[in-house]
């Protein structure tokens, strides 16, 4: 049985002052029946990990390099993100690739170090509006899957989040059946890939998840949870969602 997982990206957004949310959040759902995620940015992990120490609330990384280190100014490495206690990392967001060019085989690279420094990857696949207008959607999905995962995903190290480029931070989402149909292909290249694993392995939805449609998006096949964005800042939303999923 697949737990479902409701993870949020808080992006470029939070300081000090917005460890509020989080202690909110722990007060109305300390022990929810779905398992939950923050990724803060990398200034409040260490603190969020503080606080969430022997709590139901898992901390992760928004990227990660592919080197355990060295000179990279300004990136961060995923022994680092361990150290500080991160337990998963976002790899291959649809931001990271458009704002810093990342390619399949950066983020290939970046999974294997994180699965080295015994994290989970969160890895993103998703089409634009262009490559869904010309019906390839699914070839840009199962080629992104093809080149971005190595070999030896688990139940246990990798989380795969779908989420299609044109719907995130729009408002616009896909139809339930656009995301089935995507879902459920993840699923079956999952399961040819990495076999009984691959049944195991969660699939998030992303892209404009909200209180309001959290409800029907819950409901479809192999949609084991969702990577929120905007709405996982604040603790009343994002905890709208985990009631949500809870009761999918």
């Avoid at 022997?54 to 990384?61: M, P, R, V």
């Avoid at 896909?174 to 694993?197: M, N």
Wanted: include cysteine; proline fraction near 4%.
């Amino acid at each position: 049985m697949r737990r479902k997982l409701a993870a949020g990206n808080w992006k470029m957004n939070g300081t000090t002052a917005s460890l509020v949310e989080i202690e909110k959040l722990l007060e109305t759902h300390p022990d929810p029946a779905c398992e939950m995620l923050i990724c803060p940015p990398a200034t409040l992990i260490a603190q969020v990990a503080w606080r969430c120490r022997a709590k139901h609330l898992k901390i992760g990384g928004q990227d990660c390099h592919w080197n355990t280190s060295g000179a990279h100014t300004g990136d961060i490495s995923a022994p680092m993100l361990a150290d500080a206690g991160a337990t998963y990392v976002i790899l291959g967001h649809s931001e990271r690739r458009t704002d810093h060019g990342e390619t399949d085989a950066m983020v290939l690279a970046k999974t294997e170090a994180v699965w080295a420094a015994g994290l989970v990857a969160v890895v993103c696949v998703g089409e634009t509006e262009r490559q869904r207008d010309l019906g390839a959607t699914l070839p840009v999905i199962g080629g992104q899957l093809d080149t971005s995962l190595p070999a030896g995903g688990t139940a246990d190290t990798l989380v795969v989040a779908y989420e299609p480029v044109w719907a995130i931070g729009t408002g616009r989402t896909p139809t339930l059946a656009e995301i089935a149909e995507v879902h459920d292909y993840i699923r079956a290249t999952l399961v040819a890939r990495f076999g009984d694993e691959g049944t195991g392995v969660r699939i998030l939805y992303g892209g404009s998840v909200k209180p309001s449609n959290a409800v029907e998006i819950f409901a479809v096949s192999n949609v084991d949870g969702a990577l929120v964005g905007g709405a996982s800042l604040k603790a009343t939303d994002f905890g709208a969602i985990i009631d949500a999923l809870s009761a999918a």
